[in-house]
Structure formats: structure tokens, C-alpha cells
């Protein structure tokens, strides 16, 4: 079993910078592929990032069109935590980021229902 913890949300201004934390533990996270997702007030969660371990040490990223220049995934040395880098942040950022994994998949999905482990979500707050 895989517990997933997010941490870093926060109330910040527009334009601010915030990271957050994605730790992992029952397992060694670093060949999992892992996505940051995000659900404002009232809508549906949806993709924002998403990293996926290609062999090695090497990773790939993709990121929904709205985080695309703004957002960062990495890892951590050990592949253990993963975080999002998010900068010039806007209202429309707000809401509650979750992070999510899954052991078998190989590809950067965007879709929901291929990660079968899911954090508790951290609210991010950016005001105007």
C-alpha cells in the first residue's frame, strides 16, 4: 500500500510562488509515475502535471496548457517526494491540488482513473 501526503498549499498573492510536496511511503516511489491534479470550488478535478519515470534516472514531464511556463514537476534525489513549482500564480490557481500515483503506468497520463493512489489534496489560495 502507497500513503500519499501533500503539503505547501497556502493563501498567497497573484504573482507569488509556491511549491508543494508530494511524499510518498509503503513503497519506493521513484519508478511510479505521478501527476498533480487540482479541483476548484464546484468543478470537476482536473490534470495539471504529470511525471513519469522513462528508465534510470530519467524522468518526463508534461503539463496542462494552463500550468505550461508557470509550473514545475520534479523529483527529489531519492524519487521519493515530488514537487510542484508553481510561479506567477493567478486567482483562476486556486484551488485544492492533489497528488496522485500509480505503479504500472508507463505513459504520462492525463486521466484520473489511471492512478490508484491519491493524497489527501492541500488547498492553494491565491488572491487578487
Known amino acids: 500500500q502507497v500513503h500519499l501526503v501533500e503539503s505547501g498549499g497556502g493563501l498567497v498573492q497573484a504573482e507569488d510562488s509556491l511549491t508543494l510536496s508530494c511524499a510518498a511511503s509503503g513503497r519506493t516511489f521513484s519508478s511510479f509515475t505521478v501527476a498533480w491534479f487540482r479541483q476548484a470550488p464546484g468543478k470537476e478535478r482536473v490534470f495539471v502535471a504529470v511525471n513519469t519515470w522513462i528508465g534510470g534516472t530519467s524522468y518526463y514531464a508534461e503539463y496542462a496548457e494552463s500550468a505550461k511556463g508557470r509550473f514545475t514537476i520534479s523529483r527529489d534525489n531519492t524519487g521519493n517526494t515530488v514537487y510542484l513549482q508553481m510561479n506567477s500564480l493567478k486567482a483562476e490557481d486556486t484551488a485544492v491540488y492533489y497528488c496522485?500515483?500509480?505503479?504500472?503506468?508507463?505513459?504520462?497520463?492525463?486521466?484520473?482513473?489511471?492512478?490508484?493512489?491519491w493524497g489527501q489534496g492541500t488547498q492553494v489560495t491565491v488572491s487578487s
Open positions: 496522485a500515483a500509480s505503479f504500472g503506468l508507463r505513459s504520462a497520463s492525463r486521466r484520473k482513473g489511471d492512478y490508484e493512489y
